[in-house]
């Protein structure tokens, strides 16, 4: 029944990852397109709840998915059974994912005045 369930995360994570990576690669190619510097992404991206719902849903879906597709490759590769592989794909989830909204959060900069070096 879990492989089931992880199965369907897997998966439905995987449909909602392939728009965001070709999203956030069509800004990617816009923003060098236009000659865009750092800190003028910055400026737009500042405060912006819309950017931030959108790398939060990202970093959401990457945080499901890479740790699922990392448990089955121990599992069928290292021959990684039990409990312990859970715990490590769990623990590689959470990480990716404090990591992934902290990025998010200093992208956005919510709370963070402009130029107080934060």
């Known amino acids: 029944m879990i492989e089931a369930r992880l199965y369907l995360l897997q998966r439905g994570s995987a449909m909602l990852l392939a728009p965001l990576v ?19 992404i910055l400026g737009r991206t500042r405060g912006s709840f819309a950017w931030a719902a959108f790398y939060g849903l990202f970093v959401l879906a990457a945080a499901v998915h890479a ?48 130029g107080d070096g934060a």
């Open 22 to 40: 070709l999203i956030h690669l069509g800004l990617i190619l816009y923003a060098i397109g236009d000659g865009l510097s750092a800190a003028e």
């Open 67 to 114: 740790p699922i597709g990392l448990r089955n490759l121990a599992r069928e590769w290292l021959a990684w059974r039990g409990r312990s592989v859970d715990a490590a794909a769990l623990v590689f989830g959470l990480v990716l994912l404090a990591l992934g909204l902290r990025a998010v959060w200093a992208v956005i900069g919510f709370g963070i005045g402009a």
